[in-house]
Structure formats: structure tokens, C-alpha cells
Nanobody
Framework: QVQLVESGGGLVQAGGSLRLSCAAS????????MGWFRQAPEKEREFVAA????????NYAASVKGRFTISRDNTKNTVYLQMNSLKPEDTAVYYC???????????????????WGQGTQVTVSS
């Protein structure tokens, strides 16, 4: 069935960078919008970034705008999240999500997602 597998998480010092990858299988990748969400301990899962089916539209949470960049490669069925200037408050489990539809709007909320990955831990130390 559909599977989203995140990778690239780890431990990094504040100010450092990480690049997360999400490899999708079992779906027609180019017909899905993709997004990244994160969840810290005792917190609700929150939106981080999203990209539409073609890659022509992106959206970011205010807390990460200017530091994170989402991109996708439809030939590789993979979406990426480049995270720069990391802060301790970025520490969380990062989840990849997929939403059906070739629409202009990007994935923005947890309830809109059709599929989820298992998550990858990102820890930023100070």
C-alpha cells in the first residue's frame, strides 16, 4: 500500500543544518501535494511546510520561513525539507504527509492529510 518513509533526522547543534527526505511508494506521486509536520513532546502536531503536486507552489509556517525550504523531485517520488539555522525549538519528530489532488492549494492542516510517514527525530542542541 501507500508508504512514506522519512530519513535524514539526527542531532545537530543550534545554527546547523539538516536535510530530511521522504520517499513515497504505492501512490502516483505527481498527483499528491506533500507536506512536512512536526510534533514535539506534549505538543500537538503542527504544520511546517508544504508543496503542491507540481512543485510550483510552496507554503511555510511563520516559525520556519526563511530557514527551511521544501522541494520535491517527481522523478524520484521524493520530497525534501532543507533545514538551516536550526534552533532548539525546532526539536521534534518530523512527519511527511501526502494529500490527494492536483490543486493550487497546498496541504496546511493535519486533518487534510491522507497519508503519513512514521516520522524522523530532529534534535537541536544549544
Amino acid at each position: 500500500q501507500v508508504q512514506l518513509v522519512e530519513s535524514g533526522g539526527g542531532l545537530v547543534q543550534a545554527g546547523g543544518s539538516l536535510r530530511l527526505s521522504c520517499a513515497a511508494s504505492g501512490l502516483t506521486f505527481s498527483t499528491y501535494g506533500m507536506g512536512w509536520f512536526r510534533q514535539a513532546p506534549e505538543k500537538e502536531r503542527e504544520f511546517v511546510a508544504a508543496i503542491n503536486w507540481s512543485g510550483g507552489t510552496t507554503n511555510y509556517a511563520a516559525s520556519v520561513k526563511g530557514r527551511f525550504t521544501i522541494s520535491r523531485d517527481n522523478t524520484k517520488n521524493t520530497v525534501y525539507l532543507q533545514m538551516n539555522s536550526l534552533k532548539p525549538e525546532d526539536t521534534a519528530v518530523y512527519y511527511c504527509a501526502a494529500k490527494r489532488g492536483r490543486v493550487l492549494a497546498t496541504l496546511r492542516t493535519v486533518t487534510e492529510a491522507d497519508y503519513w510517514g512514521q516520522g524522523t527525530q530532529v534534535t537541536v542542541s544549544s
